[in-house]
């Protein structure tokens, strides 16, 4: 795999896995108006984020303090022939620039190798970002598409493409 270096990370900085059933309706709309806030509103991207997946997924809860700073999902295969999905990756815009991203990704590859070892791995990576997923192994692996008004590309974890 390749060496990734974290940054100091700031004290406070907690990340905590957890499945949908064990997130508490408060935790669950706080996740959501996250998501709703970056995704939609930030970027004007009026995309249906409720998609039905996150009832199957796990999702990765980065907090500054109490406050929810950042977010992942992980959908695990749903068949054979397709890969674990990381999606939804999100750090609030006052915490940019500081490694959680990073942090967020090295717990999500962790995860994967401890739980799903050997299995292939995909997201779809907004296109400005590609360098960033690029940095922990991923390789585009199709041609950039428009995905509700956001420039996105397919990648795959190199080691398992």
Same mark, same amino acid.
């Not at 401890?114 to 590609?130: D, K, R």
């Not at 690029?134 to 398992?160: C, K, N, R, W």
């Given at each position: 795999?390749?060496?990734?270096?974290?940054?100091?990370?700031?004290?406070?900085?907690?990340?905590?896995?957890? $499945?949908?059933?064990? &997130?508490?309706?408060?935790?669950?709309? =706080?996740? /959501?108006? +996250?998501?709703? @806030?970056?995704?939609?509103?930030?970027?004007?991207?009026?995309?249906?984020?409720?998609?039905?997946?996150?009832?199957?997924?796990?999702?990765?809860?980065?907090?500054?303090?109490?406050?929810?700073?950042?977010?992942?999902?992980?959908?695990?295969?749903?068949?054979?022939?397709?890969?674990?999905?990381?999606?939804?990756?999100?750090?609030?815009?006052?915490? $940019?620039?500081?490694? &959680?991203?990073?942090?967020?990704?090295? =717990?999500? /590859?962790? +995860?994967?190798? @401890?739980?799903?070892?050997?299995?292939?791995?995909?997201?779809?990576?907004?296109?400005?970002?590609?360098?960033?997923?690029?940095?922990?192994?991923?390789?585009?692996?199709?041609?950039?598409?428009?995905?509700?008004?956001?420039?996105?590309?397919?990648?795959?974890?190199?080691?398992?493409?």
């Amino acid at each position: 795999m390749t060496s990734i270096i974290l940054p100091k990370i700031a004290p406070g900085i907690t990340t905590r896995w957890q $499945r949908f059933d064990e &997130l508490s309706a408060p935790a669950l709309y =706080e996740l /959501l108006r +996250f998501r709703q @806030q970056i995704f939609v509103v930030e970027q004007r991207s009026p995309y249906p984020d409720l998609d039905g997946l996150d009832q199957r997924a796990a999702h990765l809860l980065l907090r500054n303090g109490g406050d929810l700073a950042g977010c992942l999902r992980l959908l695990p295969r749903v068949e054979i022939t397709l890969p674990i999905r990381i999606g939804r990756v999100a750090i609030a815009a006052g915490h $940019r620039r500081r490694g &959680l991203g990073r942090k967020l990704m090295v =717990e999500a /590859l962790s +995860f994967c190798g @401890q739980h799903y070892s050997g299995q292939p791995i995909g997201l779809s990576a907004q296109l400005h970002l590609a360098r960033f997923y690029e940095s922990f192994g991923f390789i585009t692996v199709g041609q950039p598409y428009e995905d509700f008004g956001v420039a996105h590309v397919e990648m795959e974890h190199s080691e398992l493409a």
